[in-house]
């Protein structure tokens, strides 16, 4: 029996990740978020492991209001980097295999070819910054541990760009969502059935430190992928394209474009990964369900 810890168990890829925990029966999962376990707190959090007798640490938490990151300065680096010092190294001392889920927002996105592992990370943003430090905290540790890049994650859990989109194009007859920004979706259901497979498969037991993409095939903007939900599920809502600089919530750079080049998790995992439009349908399907 494997003893896995969840944390930030309450956000997307965690909500999921609960969802899916009955079809692994191998698997002893330990759910937490902030009011259970501190991930700052590095004695909290050495007894939590210790006493659990934890075997994969998967770090779901993180700071991820990318606008209010850029003034919320000092919280952000809080969760994202600083607390990553204190699970690496209460994870080396309890010998406990780390998944820690990253982001694409390490890039700048000045490239026009998708993004693998090797490129040169250069963040735009003070959450980009955060996370990067966060990653870099844990490759200094020497922590035996898997880092996940994902981009444009969603659910039918939690707040996200699918839920709101899906809401307002029932409630509006038009739309403006911004065309100039090319990604990958990223259905969190998807990327949580990958980490549960590398454990359950043991494909992680060789690894000592590794950094992977993960996140749907294909490429989309925004625009697409809302136009998609408008057509998937029968509004009549009409989705007009916009550029970023017209925008106006917008605080925080974004990456221009930020594909992630999966052929690593692919090739030297095994992992299959759905396209983005096929897992959007079905996301759309259960949320549809719901309504």
């Known amino acids: 029996m494997k003893n896995i810890l969840v944390s930030g168990s309450n956000g997307q890829l965690g ?7 009955n079809f692994y029966d191998s698997f002893n999962f330990y759910f937490t978020d902030i009011e259970d376990l501190d991930i700052s707190d590095k004695h909290q959090l050495d007894f939590y492991v210790k006493s659990n007798k934890i075997d994969y640490f998967i770090n ?7 606008d209010k990151a850029e003034t919320d300065i000092t919280n952000a680096f809080s969760i994202n980097a600083d607390s990553l010092k204190y699970i690496s190294e209460v994870c080396i001392a309890n010998k406990v295999f780390l998944i820690h889920i990253s982001t ?5 996105g000045s490239k026009n070819t998708p993004y693998n592992e090797e490129d040169a990370v250069c963040p735009i943003s003070e959450y980009g910054k955060s996370k990067l430090q966060g990653e870099e905290y844990v490759k200094a540790s020497g922590v035996k541990a898997l880092i996940i890049r994902t ?16 809401k307002l194009s029932k409630e509006r007859d038009s739309l403006t969502v911004v065309f100039d920004q090319t990604g990958s979706l990223t259905y969190a259901k998807d990327l949580a059935i990958a980490i549960l497979d590398l454990i359950n498969d043991n494909k992680l037991e060789a690894v000592s430190f590794d950094i992977v993409n993960y996140s749907n095939e294909g490429v989309s903007s925004w625009y697409d992928v809302a136009f998609e939900i408008a057509n998937l599920s029968g509004s009549k809502c009409i989705i007009n394209p916009i550029e970023t600089h017209e925008y106006p919530n917008a605080v925080a750079k974004r990456p221009t474009y930020s594909v992630l080049n999966k052929r690593k998790i692919k090739n030297n995992y095994g992992i299959i990964i759905p396209h983005w439009s096929v897992s959007l349908k079905a996301c759309l399907d259960k949320l549809l369900g719901l309504y």
Request: hydrophobic fraction near 40%; aromatic fraction near 20%.
């Open 151 to 166: 981009s444009w994650l969603y659910s039918s859990y939690g707040h996200n760009f699918v839920k709101t989109i899906l």
């Open 15 to 21: 909500s999921e990740l609960r969802e899916l925990c």
């Open 60 to 66: 779901c938490a993180a700071y991820t209001a990318v």
């Open 104 to 108: 694409d927002y390490v890039f700048d």
